[in-house]
């Protein structure tokens, strides 16, 4: 008989109603698929999926899993599986997970399809700080005309100022593409070195017209997983600090009173003296008119939340905007709703009515790329934690 691919079972178990255009894709594109959509009822309490209700024999029969975080509770309840893809980008909620530790059953997340919005949401929330919108929007309510004069020509624009990323990654990048078209210069950090320029481009999944495909916009690229390297990196003078790095032990609570501080212009650290930077050309600590503001659209616990709080209300921090915090939901009464110039958003930058097509789109290029014999994008380390 022919030597076609095998029959696979896709499970796919989502809280959204069955996308019939996507999964009548897969299927077009991958006709030996058995598809079986399972919608669940509800979400859980921490915005996840409810997993308990799934019936066995689907865990039984499934040989792939497109889920976000609906997992069988053991690797033997899913004999057969031997790919899930994750709809979120990040795994940290899963790493103990008895499908994580006990298994190797290839994981691949939704990373790099994230940037697009994500980064409008970091402009968004950005410019309403610098632009003072929130006091203009309360005007507009009172239909009142504002005309202190101190108050309409506070406002600044990003032109010639510096952003700082601390994980250059999908996110990263299209936040470094649209702030450099803003006229501002970007300073990119990341884990491992990146000294060459073949070292700097992104080998990810993009989607195209995105992103810094080249690795070129940063003005400077500093590296390494110290305090020092870290502290050198915060010290070059950033005008706004956008934290884009997954959570594993070693990046939790990351940015404390020490590195707050110095965002806010103190001096860095002796041992932080010397920049670990990739670039020949890095620039000195730089001189700025103000402090920084903070963005955070990656997870909660890399930040001491209590630590934020108190430099924002003593003014150590221009301000921040967070998309995520610690815990989730954040409590009504977490002194974080009530810190000065502070955006907190219920974690759903990420989100929009193009997710799930890109999300997809991801499962299905990696199928494609495995039947090739090709290494699939997004394929998690267990090592690593992402």
Sequence with gaps: MGGGPDKEHLLIVLWDPE???????????????????????????????????????????????????????????????????????????????????DSDIAITTSSGIHGPPITEWIIMTTLVASRHYATEYEWQKQ????????????????????????????????AARVFSALGAHVHAYTAGPRPTPASRTDTGYIIPGTGDPDGTIPRAWYSGTSKASLHAFLASGLDALIIALPLTPATRHMFSTAEFEILGGSSAPS???????????????????????????????????????????????????????????????????????????PHISGLGSEYAQRAYDVFMVNWARREKGERMFNLVDRRKGY
């Design 19 to 101: 996308p019939k255009d996507l999964t009548a894709e897969i299927k077009r594109r991958f006709p030996y698929f058995d598809v079986t959509y399972y919608q669940l009822n509800a979400m859980g309490r921490e915005g996840r999926e409810k997993s308990q209700t799934i019936p066995k024999e689907l865990w039984q029969s499934a040989t792939i899993l497109i889920t976000l975080s609906a997992l069988p509770a053991r690797p033997e309840d899913a004999p057969n599986l031997k790919l899930i893809h994750l709809f979120s980008a990040g795994v940290d909620h899963y790493m103990n997970h008895p499908i994580v530790t």
């Design 143 to 174: 239909h009142r005309w504002g005309t202190e004069r101190k108050m309409l020509t506070a406002g600044t624009d990003w032109v010639g100022k510096t952003v700082g990323i601390a994980g250059y990654g999908s996110i990263g990048r299209q």
């Design 271 to 345: 041992s932080a003296s010397s920049s670990s930077s990739s670039s020949s050309s890095t620039p000195q600590p730089g001189r700025k008119s103000r402090s920084c503001f903070l963005i955070n659209v990656a997870r909660g616990p890399l930040l001491d939340q209590p630590a934020l709080v108190a430099a924002l209300n003593n003014d150590v921090l221009l301000g921040a905007a967070l998309d995520v915090t610690d815990p989730e939901p954040l409590p009504p009464d977490d002194p974080l709703w009530d810190a000065k110039n502070v955006i907190v958003t």
